[in-house]
């Protein structure tokens, strides 16, 4: 059985960081590239960064470039979102998923797990 579980969420000022984890199970987690979503009250989940199987192919939303870092230690089943310089608009639950195809990270669609979020309040 497949597991992914977000945590590292919380409340935090702007222009504060927070480092959120996602902690894999029940797959073989380098085969994988894994995924970070968001989802604002009200809106749609959007994409927000995604990294493939060797840690080295990353991809970022615009909206956070420059701010959020993706990272991933295959050694634990984990990937990470660093999150500096936060911004209310960046509140919202935040998603990981994983995907054994590499081919449009950026889609919803393209992911096969996903796990519960974890909720990221930002304070102005």
């Known amino acids: 059985q497949v597991q992914l579980v977000e945590s590292g969420g919380g409340l935090v000022q702007a222009g504060g960081s927070l480092r959120l984890s996602c902690a894999a199970s029940g797959l073989t987690f380098s085969r994988y590239a894994m995924g970070w979503f968001r989802q604002a009250p009200g809106k749609e989940r959007e994409f927000v960064a995604a990294i493939f199987w060797n840690g080295v192919s990353t991809y970022y939303a615009d909206s956070v470039k420059g701010r959020f870092t993706i990272s991933r230690a295959n050694a634990r089943n984990t990937v990470y979102l660093q999150m500096n310089s ?11 998923a994983a995907t054994r195809s590499g081919s449009t990270p950026e889609s919803m669609g393209s992911y096969d797990y996903w796990g519960q979020g974890t909720q990221v309040t930002v304070s102005s």
């Open 86 to 96: 936060l911004k209310p608009e960046d509140t919202a639950v935040y998603y990981c």
